[in-house]
C-alpha cells in the first residue's frame, strides 16, 4: 500500500495527515505553526513532528510516497509562496523545496481553498465528479476552479480568487482596498456589515434583543431567521441574491457540475441554498442550471489533509 | 504534410479552408450557408463544396486528417449542438457525425469565439501562450477561454459565456432576457444604446453632427472621440469602464498570461485599451496584472478557419 501526506499550513494551527491511497486516514495531528520562530526552523520542527508521527504508526516512511501542503495564499508552480497571509516569513519562497530538504519525498503545494476543493472532489460532496467550482465562504470568499479533474491556479497563483470579482459598481469597501468586491457583501464579514447597518435604523427584531451587549455573528442571522424574525429574513435574502449574483457569474465563465459549498455561511443549508436556487435564475445562463448541483461540503476539518495528500499523488 | 479542414459556418455565409500542420493556409472558400434547405441537405453540400474544392488544390484527400468546425451556439462534447442560434435547424443534433457520414474523417466541433481563441492561440496574437482569455466584442460579448491549451467548454456548452456575467444587480435588460449582463454595457450594441441614450438629452456635439438622419453606429463614437468631442470621448470612457469591469472580474477568476481582444470595437485598438488598462487596477488583483498582456486579435477573418483547423488537429 502506498501513503501520502496532507499538510494544511495555517496561521495558528498545522494539521498534519498520513493518508492511503483509497482516501483512508491514517492519522492526523495539529501542531502550533508558531512561524514567528522563522521559515526554515518552523518547517523543520513541522517535519521532525510529522516523521515521528509515522514512525509511531503502522506505516514504514519508504511507503510515503508524497506531501502536498494546503497554503493561506497564492501558489506558483505548485512550490513558490507569492505572498503569505498571516505568516512572518518572506515572500517567494519555495516552501516545496523545504520541506523536501527535510523529508527527502516529492512536495507540492497549492492554495488552501484549492487543496479543500481538491479533496471534496476525491472524497467528499464532489466525489465522482470532475467540473468543480468549489467556495470556502466565511470571513472572506475564497474559490477553487477544477476543470477535467485539475486546479486552475492562474498565472499568478490568483486564479480562483473569485471573492474579489465586482458586483457593483464602486461599491461597498472590501478589505482588499476595492469597492464593490463579491465578498465584501456575501461573506459571513459581509452579513454581519448589512446586519448592523440595518440595525443601526430598526431595533424593533429578534436579533437585536438576541445580540445586544455582545458581537453579533453571521450565525445569530440565521439563527434568528429561522425563528420568523422577519427583520433577519430580510438580511438572508439580501444574503441570498448577493451569492446567487456571484455563482451565477462564475457558472456563466466556467459551466461546471457541482459546485461544492464550505466555510460557516454554508452551515445554513438549505435554508440559506434554497433561496440561492430561486434567485440565481436571473443570474445564470439557463443551460448551466439545467443539471447543476449546489451542495453543501462534506468534510469539514478533514478536506485540507484529504485534498493535499490528493495534491501530491498527482504527480 | 499533413493537412487539416477549417470550416466557420455562419448564419449567413460559411467559410471553409485548408491548413497544413504548420498553419500555413492552402486555400479557403466562402459558400451561402442556405439553411433554409435542411441539416442534411446543406451539410452534404458544404462537403461536396469542401471535396471539389480539394481536387482542384495539390492536396490528397487522403493527406486531410480532420476537420474541424466553429459553431454559433453551444457544442456538447465536441459534437452535438445544443440550440442554434439563427438557424431552423433542430437543436441536440450530432453535428460531426453529419459531416463524418460526407467526409469519412473524424470531425470535431466547437462554438466559435472558443475556436477563434484557439486559432489566435495557435498563428495569432496569442502565439507562444498557453493560458488565453479570448474576448470578441461586437454585437454581443462572447469568449474562449485557454487553460494549458485546452478550451473550457463547459459542462453544458455555455464556459466561456461571459457576455452574460451580471455587472450591475437589476441593470440594463440583455437580449437574452435577463438583467444586468455586461454585454448591455460594454458590447458594440451597449456603446449604441449609451450613445442614444445621451443624445436623447444633449446635441451640441460633434457625435450628433455626423450622424444627424442614419443611424449610429459604435465606429462613430470613436471617430468622433478621436477628433476630440468631449461628448464622445464620455461615451469612451464609460465603454472603458465597463470593459473594465468585466476583464478585471475574469482575470480574478482565471488569471491567465493574456487577453486576446477582436471584434468590431478592438478596431479602436490602443486608443480604447489604454484606458481599459488603466480603470482595470480597480477592479483586478494586483497580481494578475503583473505581467498580463491585453492585445488586439490578429487574424481576422482567418482566425475561425485556423482554429477550427487547430481544434480538428488536437485529436
Known amino acids: 500500500m502506498k501513503y501520502y501526506v496532507g499538510i494544511d499550513l495555517g496561521g495558528t494551527n498545522t494539521k498534519l495527515g498520513l493518508v492511503d491511497e483509497s482516501g483512508n486516514i491514517i492519522f492526523t495531528t495539529i501542531a502550533k505553526t508558531d512561524s514567528i520562530e522563522g521559515f526554515s526552523e518552523t518547517i523543520k520542527r513541522l517535519s521532525n513532528i510529522l516523521k515521528a508521527q509515522i514512525e509511531t504508526s503502522n506505516v514504514s516512511f519508504s511507503d510515503v510516497k508524497s506531501v502536498g501542503i494546503g497554503v493561506p495564499g497564492p501558489v506558483l508552480n505548485n512550490r513558490i509562496v507569492k505572498f503569505w497571509a498571516n505568516f512572518p516569513w518572506k515572500n517567494g519562497v519555495d516552501l516545496a ?8 519525498i516529492p512536495v507540492k ?58 458586483i457593483e459598481h464602486n461599491g461597498k469597501l472590501c478589505g482588499c482596498g476595492q469597492k464593490g468586491c463579491w465578498e465584501a457583501y456575501a461573506s459571513a464579514t459581509g452579513i454581519i456589515r448589512e446586519a448592523q447597518s440595518r440595525l443601526a435604523v430598526n431595533k424593533q427584531n429578534l436579533l437585536y434583543k438576541m445580540t445586544k451587549g455582545r458581537d453579533l455573528e453571521a450565525k445569530d442571522v440565521f439563527d434568528a431567521a429561522k425563528q420568523g424574525d422577519k427583520f433577519s429574513l430580510g438580511i438572508v435574502d439580501y444574503e441570498a441574491e448577493k451569492l446567487a449574483l456571484g455563482i451565477g457569474n462564475l457558472l456563466n465563465i466556467l459551466d461546471p457540475e457541482i459546485v461544492v459549498i464550505g466555510g460557516g455561511v454554508a452551515l445554513s443549508g438549505d435554508f440559506l441554498f434554497d433561496k440561492v436556487k430561486e434567485k440565481i435564475k436571473e443570474v445564470a445562463f439557463p443551460s448551466t442550471l439545467e443539471t447543476l448541483k449546489i451542495v453543501t461540503a462534506k468534510l469539514g476539518n478533514d478536506a485540507g489533509i484529504l485534498g493535499a495528500a490528493y495534491l501530491g499523488m498527482q504527480g
Chains 1, 2 share one sequence.
Open 97 to 104: 523545496l523545504e520541506f523536501e530538504k527535510n523529508l527527502g
Open 109 to 166: 503545494a497549492d492554495n488552501d481553498v484549492n487543496v479543500i476543493t481538491l479533496g471534496e472532489m476525491w472524497q467528499g460532496a464532489g466525489q465522482g465528479y470532475k467540473n468543480v467550482l468549489g467556495l470556502a465562504i466565511g470571513t472572506g470568499i475564497g474559490g477553487g476552479i477544477i476543470v477535467d479533474g485539475k486546479l486552475i491556479s492562474g498565472l499568478n497563483g490568483a486564479g480562483g480568487e473569485v471573492g474579489h470579482i465586482k
